[in-house]
C-alpha cells in the first residue's frame, strides 16, 4: 500500500467523478465513470458503483484497477494504481454512506446554482435518481502516476 500525498487526496476530493478502469475476462480494457465516496492518505479510496455494469464482474474476475482524474483547466492529473476489494452492502459503514448523500445532495445543489446563474430552468436533476450503492470498490493504492505534462510540473522563473 503506498500512501497518497495531501494535495493528490484533496485533488480527487475535488473531481465530481473519477475514470475507472478494470479488465474483463478477455484482457481488454473497460473503463466507466464512478463516484468517490472516500479517500484517505493511507492509500485507501473507496468508489461507489451506482450503474453496476461491468465492473464489480471485472474485478471479481482480476482486483488489477486504475482510477484516472484530470483537471483540464488547470491540466494537471493523477492515475491511482493498485487492486480492489467489493464491500457487500450490509458491510458498507453508515458514515460511508452519509458521505454519500452529502456528495449527491451537494452535486444537486451545485447544479441548481449553476442553473440559476446562467437563467437556466431545468427540472432535470440525474443525481436525484442515482440509486442507493449496492455495493463499493476498496482500492489499495499501489502506485501513482502524475499526467501532469513534465514542463508544467517545473516551478517558473
Not at 475514470?19 to 474483463?24: A, G, N, Y
Not at 461491468?54 to 482524474?69: E, G, W, Y
Not at 488547470?74 to 476489494?85: E, P, R
Not at 451545485?110 to 432535470?124: A, D, E, F, G, M
Request: charged share 30%; hydrophobic share 40%; net charge positive.
Amino acid at each position: 500500500m503506498r500512501e497518497i500525498p495531501e494535495n493528490i487526496v484533496n485533488f480527487f476530493k475535488e473531481q465530481g467523478f473519477v475514470l475507472v478502469s478494470t479488465l474483463d475476462m478477455e484482457n481488454t480494457i473497460h473503463s466507466s465513470a464512478k463516484g468517490i465516496v472516500g479517500i484517505s492518505g493511507k492509500g485507501r479510496v473507496c468508489i461507489v458503483d451506482i450503474y453496476m455494469g461491468k465492473t464489480r464482474a471485472n474485478l471479481n474476475n482480476n482486483p488489477v484497477i486504475t482510477i484516472t482524474a484530470v483537471d483540464e483547466h488547470k491540466f494537471i492529473g493523477y492515475a491511482l494504481k493498485g487492486k480492489a476489494v467489493i464491500v457487500n452492502k450490509e458491510d458498507i459503514k453508515a458514515h460511508v454512506s452519509k458521505n454519500w448523500e452529502k456528495k449527491v445532495m451537494d452535486r444537486i445543489l451545485k447544479r441548481v446554482v449553476t442553473n440559476v446563474k446562467k437563467q437556466k430552468s431545468s427540472l432535470i436533476h440525474p443525481e436525484a435518481r442515482f440509486p442507493n450503492p449496492e455495493y463499493l470498490i476498496e482500492l489499495t493504492v499501489d502506485e501513482i502516476v502524475d499526467l501532469t505534462p513534465e514542463e508544467l510540473r517545473k516551478p517558473h522563473k
